[in-house]
T-cell receptor, first 111, second 115 residues
Framework: QQKVQQSPESLIVPEGGMASLNCTSS?????YFWWYRQHSGKSPKMLM?????GEKEEGRFTVHLNKASLHTSLHIRDSQPSDSALYLC???????????FGSGTRLLVSP | NAGVIQTPRHKVTGKGQEATLWCEPI?????VFWYRQTIVQGLEFLTY????????DSGMPKERFSAQMPNQSHSTLKIQSTQPQDSAVYLC?????????????FGSGTRLTVL
């Protein structure tokens, strides 16, 4: 059964600091990865997607993907208190397949 | 665009009763997914429809859970003989057509409490 493992479970960074989150899939057929963010009491919202090897940057957020190791990471620079949330990694295969989520990393940015 | 609409927002049932949860996907979206979320288990996949056809129900507890998508504008998740362990937030998500990667847009969820 496909599993998506995330680490760490929780993370505290100071305001203005860098947060680094990790995610690995156990399914060798995975082609697509997403990062979703879920604020307390809200539903998950897609933050970034990455489907090719390499790096993708959008503002303060950067994602990396290494398809050989099925590992993706999310880096948030200049972290803000509003970034405090549960970050969920998701993975799927090509050709219309279920999207499987990891258990998440709970990020707290302390002012 | 109203987003994915889920009703009711909260539902309380007694043990053994039935619960029906409703989802209206974003207009024009072709796929609908159901998940449930708990603190312990996280976000668990339940089932998935594409163009109203069931694609994968591998996450559904087979005996008491069922899902349908009778038309492109709504899907239902029915839980018969609810048990306390069914208490969770049930999330519906839809995904736009085109491409082979399903980017999900979630509704606000239905919080089910089984007493």
């Amino acid at each position: 059964q496909q599993k998506v493992q995330q680490s760490p479970e929780s993370l505290i960074v100071p305001e203005g600091g860098m947060a680094s989150l990790n995610c690995t899939s156990s399914d060798r057929n995975v082609d697509y990865f997403w990062w979703y963010r879920q604020h307390s009491g809200k539903s998950p919202k897609m933050l970034m997607s990455i489907f090719s090897n390499g790096e993708k940057e959008e503002g303060r957020f950067t994602v990396h993907l290494n398809k050989a190791s099925l590992h993706t990471s999310l880096h948030i620079r200049d972290s803000q208190p509003s970034d405090s949330a549960l970050y969920l990694c998701a993975a799927s295969r090509t050709g219309g397949y279920k999207v499987v989520f990891g258990s998440g990393t709970r990020l707290l940015v302390s002012p | 665009n109203a987003g994915v609409i889920q009703t009711p927002r909260h539902k309380v049932t007694g043990k053994g009763q039935e619960a029906t949860l409703w989802c209206e996907p974003i207009s024009g979206h072709s796929a609908v997914f159901w998940y449930r979320q708990t603190i312990v288990q996280g976000l668990e996949f339940l089932t998935y429809f594409r163009n109203q056809a069931p694609i994968d129900d591998s996450g559904m507890p087979k005996e008491r859970f069922s899902a349908q998508m009778p038309n492109q504008s709504h899907s239902t998740l029915k839980i018969q003989s609810t048990q306390p362990q069914d208490s969770a937030v049930y999330l519906c998500a839809s995904s736009p057509p085109g491409g082979s990667a399903e980017t999900l847009y979630f509704g606000s969820g239905t919080r089910l409490t089984v007493l």
